[in-house]
C-alpha cells in the first residue's frame, strides 16, 4: 500500500509557473513508477506525464512537451511536476498515481494508487 498526498496547486497567472508536490508514504517509492494527470471541469481526466522507477524514463503529454517536468526525489519519497509558461486552459485538478509498472505508461488503468488532487487555477 502507498499513500499519496499532493500540494502545490493554487491560483497563477498565464505564463507564469508552479510546482506540483506528491508526497508518498507507506511502501517506498522506488516500488513505483509515478504520473500525474489531470482533471478540468466537465471534461475526461487526461494524462500529463509519468517518470519510471529508476527516475530514467519520462514522458509526456503532447500539450505539455517542452514545458512541464516530472521529476522526484527517493530521499524525500516525493514527485514534481514543474509546469512553465501555464495556459488558462491547464486549470484542473492534478493527481499524482502510482504504477507497480517499471514504466507505466499514459493510461489510467496502469496505475493502482492515486492522491485526493490539488486544484490549480490559471487566470487569463
Known amino acids: 500500500q502507498v499513500q499519496l498526498v499532493e500540494s502545490g496547486g493554487g491560483l497563477v497567472q498565464a505564463g507564469g509557473s508552479l510546482r506540483l508536490s506528491c508526497a508518498a508514504s507507506g511502501r517506498t517509492s522506488t516500488s513505483y513508477s509515478m504520473g500525474w494527470f489531470r482533471q478540468a471541469p466537465g471534461k475526461e481526466q487526461e494524462f500529463v506525464a509519468t517518470?519510471?522507477?529508476?527516475?530514467?524514463?519520462?514522458s509526456y503529454a503532447d500539450s505539455v512537451k517542452g514545458r512541464f517536468t516530472v521529476s522526484r526525489d527517493y530521499a524525500k519519497n516525493t514527485v514534481y511536476l514543474q509546469m512553465n509558461s501555464l495556459k488558462p486552459q491547464e486549470t484542473a485538478v492534478y493527481y499524482c498515481a502510482a504504477s507497480a509498472w517499471v514504466v507505466a505508461g499514459s493510461q489510467k488503468s496502469q496505475y493502482d494508487y492515486w492522491g485526493q488532487g490539488t486544484q490549480v487555477t490559471v487566470s487569463s
Open positions: 517518470i519510471s522507477r529508476s527516475g530514467g524514463s519520462t
